[in-house]
């Protein structure tokens, strides 16, 4: 079941009519079912795969927890078989696709040949480890009620893409009695709104307008089209995924459970380490807390110094390969990591000889420079996000050699459009800017933009298949 499409909708509104006729008592055991029902539309085997894991965690939490003597072992030993069991996933998918394309190829033929990766199993294999990490730590207690802690892992809307959300911020949210009041209904419908609009007609826009293939057969293009390919995939990537996330952001708020903001207006970042504290927060900040952080303390306990080069170069590089990694096991995305990697150490080294001065705004022309040097970096990086080291290879090649021609300029204005969406509630630092209108001005917009959304969905189903796992 697809988060953009008329089947979701209804069984949304379903959920919402059941889920607000029941006792309080009720409410969390109807949306675990709903949960399930959701991801068995899936495949009943990842719905398997996740009460699996579930019972798993939930288990072995007690076991930390009556430990005192072993807990920190214990605790690794949950890490492991959890963040194992993601790697390993990760590397039989890669392999089995590696050995489908090598047999098709070799017998001229079809096979169906597939390793089970649940579509979200990176999510919530995050949720558990920092779960079990914040146990041993004594900043959160296991979970004494299954079904709560199941819902947790489970809640449908950020099943599939997120965001991850910290056990020991969502348990307690699931255990209050939770009231929908007119500010958070105008504020979840006002976020479904806008997310529909990038999701579905920003998003689908730049499908649309931009062959699929730009980035992929390079020679078939100008060194244009190709600079041109790249920047409609940036943008293309940024708002499908922020506009899902507003939209399930909006759709949990009606069941009264908000969710962590996941974007941050990204392209208006003042640098690459604040592009990363904008982009996909949360996986950004549980990457930082539970990877970059304890190893920066490991190093600075022994040389507590701002030059310690181990702590300048290491944590930043370990964090971004683990990303990289995260997103799939591949030698492209490890390269993808290991490019974000080194832009941060640069950074880093930078700041070193840099005076340090009182925060000030800098001049806007200083601000718009250092906005294209970040979305000109995250760019050059996403080429091997996108392409196996081969095509990004060819695409680089290319790009010197082919010719330099006029742009198709419509995919620019659909950027532009973006931009001007995002900067409206980045200069008033408020996304929920748009319930400032007048009622008739925020009526003509919602009409407008479902007009919109009806035409490019009809135009071309609005895409829906998500790059990030």
């Known amino acids: ?67 005192r003597e072993r807990k920190t072992g214990l605790v690794w030993i949950g890490v492991a078989l959890n963040a194992g069991g993601l790697i390993g996933l990760l590397f039989a998918d890669e392999l089995t696709q590696t050995l489908r394309i090598w047999l098709e190829n070799a017998f001229r033929g079809e096979f169906e040949l597939n390793i089970l ?38 809640y449908f809307p950020k099943l599939i893409s997120g965001p991850i959300e910290r056990a020991r911020k969502f348990l307690p949210l699931l255990e209050s009695e939770r009231i929908l009041d007119n500010q958070l209904f105008s504020r979840s419908l006002m976020l479904i709104l806008v997310g529909l609009v990038q999701n579905t007609i920003l998003a689908g826009l730049l499908s649309v307008l931009v062959p699929s293939n730009t980035l992929t ?39 009264g459970i908000p969710l962590s903001k996941n974007f941050n207006y990204p392209f208006f970042s003042k640098d690459f380490s604040d592009f990363w504290k904008r982009w996909h927060i949360s996986l950004s900040e549980w990457l930082r807390d539970y990877i970059y952080m304890r190893l920066s303390r490991a190093f600075l306990r022994r040389n507590p110094s701002r030059k310690n080069l181990p702590n300048l170069f290491l944590p930043p590089l370990a964090t971004m390969l683990a990303s990289g990694l995260w997103h799939g096991a591949r030698l492209h995305l490890i390269l993808w990591g290991l490019l974000n990697g080194v832009f941060i150490i640069i950074e880093n080294v930078i700041n070193l000889f840099r005076k340090a001065v009182p925060s000030a705004r800098p001049p806007w022309w200083r601000s718009l420079l250092n906005q294209g040097i970040v979305i000109t970096l995250a760019l050059g990086a996403a080429i091997p996000f996108q392409l196996s080291i081969p095509q990004s290879k060819a695409f680089l090649a290319y790009l010197s050699l082919n010719p330099w021609e006029l742009p198709d300029f419509r995919p620019l204005g659909v950027m532009a459009a973006s931009l001007l969406l995002d900067w409206f509630a980045y200069r008033h630092d408020d996304e929920f800017v748009f319930l400032r209108l007048r009622r008739g001005l925020q009526a003509a917009l919602a009409a407008l933009a479902m007009l919109g959304i009806f035409i490019v969905y009809n135009l071309q189903n609005a895409p829906t298949t998500f790059i990030y796992p």
């Open 1 to 67: 079941m697809e988060i953009v499409s008329l089947q979701f909708a209804a069984f949304v509104l379903l959920s919402l009519l059941i889920y607000y006729l029941l006792p309080g008592r009720w409410q969390n055991r109807f949306l675990l079912l709903a949960s399930y029902y959701f991801y068995i539309t899936w495949s009943w085997k990842y719905a398997l795969a996740l009460l699996l894991v579930t019972l798993f965690n939930y288990a072995f939490a007690f076991l930390v927890e009556r430990e």
């Open 117 to 154: 990766l649940p579509v979200g199993f990176g999510y919530y294999i995050m949720e558990c480890i920092s779960y079990l990490l914040d146990i041993q730590m004594k900043i959160a207690k296991p979970s004494r009620n299954l079904e709560t802690f199941a819902l947790y892992l489970a």
């Open 217 to 255: 057969r390079p020679q078939d293009f100008s060194a244009t089209d190709q600079i041109l390919g790249l920047l409609t995939f940036g943008f293309f990537l940024y708002n499908q995924f922020a506009g899902y996330t507003k939209i399930v952001r909006g759709i949990s708020g009606l069941f």
